[in-house]
């Protein structure tokens, strides 16, 4: 890493491949002045490498990924991916807005998963370049349809991504439609912070008081559930693996972690640390901040040996996500502060990947 110091940050463009319609893929490959380099293609705005040092230096890839493009089209379960329009699920991918009952795509069973079968995680997004002195970036955008998905409106979608030369991968998304809709943007990369193996040992720190149980289907009942005594409970950190095997009833129906967590009761504009993970043999950090009211924790439990990419094949709980989100099945929920977006109003949000190290 230090011969990299004092480098200005850059950012080149790679021709990644072509799409079965002949549109091209663009790679886009973001530097900062330390050494940290990320790897994003148009195709789904996926990131496809994150390579961070450890604690002595070493540089090494921390995200979960597949080696070609056709394995992204054919198998991608959301590695790296923006996901849209809407993160997590939607209950029988059915929800009524001003009086108006829309169906959605379902590709979940019955539900609808981040953003149907279709969603921005398999589209093909424009990607422009940009340098400052402090940060590498590419500007992602996107137009969806009015229809895409079963969704009302026209979406106009952009996202930043601005790797910064203090160690920060920084993303602001918005969009705006010309119908009422709903909206809730997240990143869904899949971590290792070892670089491989499974991440039972990370110690994960969640900022979190509640959690949302969910029901059959993951569909959250609509209660916040004290953390307190339960598994769930990552207020201080612990190494993820700890309670994961414990006989409780929400584990079982999410056969681990796979629940949202509440960050706040209601959205607002503050930016505020949501997770810290640390990765004990490496001495790698990664914390994640978000504006969000809510943290999707995954831990990586439908991970089953099937996959490969990058030399490894990925096997049970190698990986896993913080999705930044609103509340999954916002839109059927009263309780849970609204993912509407209507004409006139532009949607808002930012998270940010923050890396360091424990030495
Ligand atoms: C969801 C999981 C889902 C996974 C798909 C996560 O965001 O919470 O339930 O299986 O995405 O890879």
């Known amino acids: 890493m230090n011969q990299q110091k004092n480098k200005l940050p850059s950012v080149e463009m790679h021709h990644y491949g072509k799409l079965a319609d002949g549109s091209e893929v663009t790679l886009a490959t973001l530097r900062n002045a330390n050494g940290i380099e990320l790897d994003i293609i148009s195709y789904g705005g996926i990131i496809t490498r994150m390579i961070v040092p450890d604690a002595r230096g070493r540089m090494g890839d921390i995200v979960l990924g597949l080696d070609t493009l056709e394995a992204y089209v054919t198998s991608n379960p959301y590695f790296g991916a923006l996901i849209g329009r809407y993160g997590n699920r939607i209950a029988n991918g059915r929800f009524t807005l001003d009086g108006k009952t829309y169906q959605l795509a379902s590709n979940d069973g019955e539900n609808h998963l981040h953003g149907g079968v279709q969603g921005f995680d398999k589209k093909n997004w424009g990607m422009a370049p940009y340098v400052t002195d402090h940060s590498a970036a590419v500007v992602m955008t996107l137009t969806s349809p009015d229809g895409d998905q079963g969704y009302p409106g026209k979406l106009d979608t952009r996202v930043t991504y601005e790797l910064t030369n203090d160690n920060e991968l920084d993303m602001h998304f918005s969009a705006t439609t010309d119908k009422a809709t709903i909206v809730n943007l997240t990143q869904h990369s899949y971590f290792n912070l070892a670089g491989s193996g499974d991440i039972l040992g990370h110690e994960l720190m969640i900022d979190a008081e509640h959690f949302t149980p969910v029901g059959k289907g993951l569909i959250p009942t609509g209660e916040l559930r004290p953390v307190a005594d339960t598994p769930f409970d990552f207020r201080q950190a612990k190494p993820i693996g700890k309670d994961i095997l414990a006989d409780d009833e ?3 129906l ?5 629940h ?9 504009e503050e930016l ?34 099937t996959l490969t990419g990058k030399g490894m094949t990925y096997q049970h709980r ?16 009263a309780g849970f502060p609204s993912a509407a977006l209507r004409p006139g109003e532009t949607y808002s949000t930012r998270i940010v990947y923050r890396f360091s190290t424990t030495r």
């Open 254 to 258: 999410g056969l681990g972690f796979d």
């Open 272 to 305: 505020a640390l949501a997770a810290r993970v640390t990765e004990p043999t490496t001495g790698r950090v990664l914390e994640v901040l978000t504006v969000e009211p809510g943290v999707q924790f995954y831990s990586g439990n439908f991970l089953d040996g």
């Open 250 to 252: 929400q584990l079982k």
């Open 318 to 333: 190698s990986g896993f996500c913080l999705e930044p989100q609103h509340f999954p099945d916002s839109p059927n929920q």
């Open 260 to 268: 949202n967590f509440v960050l706040k009761d209601a959205a607002d």
